[in-house]
């Protein structure tokens, strides 16, 4: 059973699908590449788009309506793809967030592309001490951490979890991120697999195919252990974790006479 805990399929709300044809259509292709479980994550607080968690409720259950009457066999869940900002913590407390399981432990947080933000420490901190676990979204897509898999090593190491992006993993966006997600998964600094899908031509599914490369790089038992990551965190359940491989720290850049 193969779980999809990052996806962008109610029409209208974000850079997702924009009608609800496009979002079926998107459904169909989750169910032909064997999701049965699909999280529903539109943008929240990212600088462009606000999805409160009453309005994702409502439009959640109206999709999984249009998609019954589809007979597109997928359910779906609503959560949010949560920008990591300053409003977070007051978001949280007045129970404004959605997260990625029913009981409210895990919650899929994304920082900006470029760097990892300032304050991302202490909120994290305050999550996973208060019994949450943040879930990374897309450290591949991430400059800071992608060029710095030491500083992702940090966030891993101090309890948070994170997420490749099927497409780029599958090569989809390129061999650059191929490349990149292969060196965050071989340091056991990332624990599922999720499409992030927007579009049906631009940002698909891949999910066959980025599970059919992390079998032949790392092996059968690793790809199960992504797809039990997965059912884990969507039940609310405790992820047992690789212990995650310390990388190198990036040299100091020296500037002088010599």
Same mark, same amino acid.
């Given at each position: 059973m193969i779980i999809d805990l990052h996806s962008h399929l109610i029409p209208g709300v974000d850079d997702g699908a924009q009608t609800i044809e496009q979002s079926i259509e998107l459904a169909r292709q989750a169910v032909d590449e064997g999701v049965e479980h699909m999280v529903l994550t539109p943008h929240h607080r990212n600088g462009k788009y606000i999805n409160y968690?009453?309005?994702?409720?409502?439009?959640?259950?109206?999709?999984?309506?249009? /998609?019954n009457q589809a007979n597109v066999n997928l359910k779906v869940y609503a959560s949010q793809e949560i920008r990591l900002t300053d409003k977070f913590l007051d978001d949280l407390y007045n129970g404004d967030l959605l997260s990625l399981d029913a009981i409210g432990k895990y919650f899929l947080v994304e920082f900006p592309s470029d760097r990892v933000p300032s304050m991302a420490n202490d909120v994290l901190s305050e999550l996973i001490s208060g019994g949450m676990i943040p879930v990374i979204a897309?450290?591949?897509?991430?400059?800071?951490?992608?060029?710095?898999?030491?500083?992702?090593?940090?966030?891993?190491?101090?309890?948070?979890?994170?997420?490749?992006?099927?497409?780029? /993993?599958?090569? /989809?966006?390129?061999?650059?991120?191929?490349?990149?997600?292969r060196a965050i998964i071989q340091h056991n600094l990332a624990h599922i697999l999720a499409s992030d899908v927007h579009h049906i031509q631009h940002r698909p599914m891949n999910v066959q195919a980025s599970f059919k490369r992390l079998?032949?790089?790392?092996?059968?038992?690793?790809?199960?252990?992504?797809?039990?990551?997965?059912?884990?965190?969507?039940?609310?359940?405790?992820?047992?974790?690789?212990?995650?491989?310390?990388?190198?720290?990036?040299?100091?850049?020296?500037?002088?006479?010599?």
């Open positions: 968690k009453a309005d994702v409720l409502g439009a959640a259950n109206a999709l999984q309506e249009a /998609y897309h450290p591949e897509r991430n400059h800071e951490l992608a060029t710095n898999l030491h500083r992702l090593y940090e966030l891993i190491d101090m309890g948070c979890l994170s997420q490749i992006t099927t497409s780029s /993993y599958s090569g /989809y966006y390129g061999d650059k991120l191929v490349e990149q997600s079998v032949g790089d790392f092996g059968q038992e690793t790809a199960a252990y992504f797809l039990n990551n997965a059912r884990d965190i969507f039940n609310g359940d405790p992820v047992q974790a690789r212990e995650p491989i310390e990388p190198n720290k990036p040299r100091k850049k020296w500037f002088g006479l010599f």
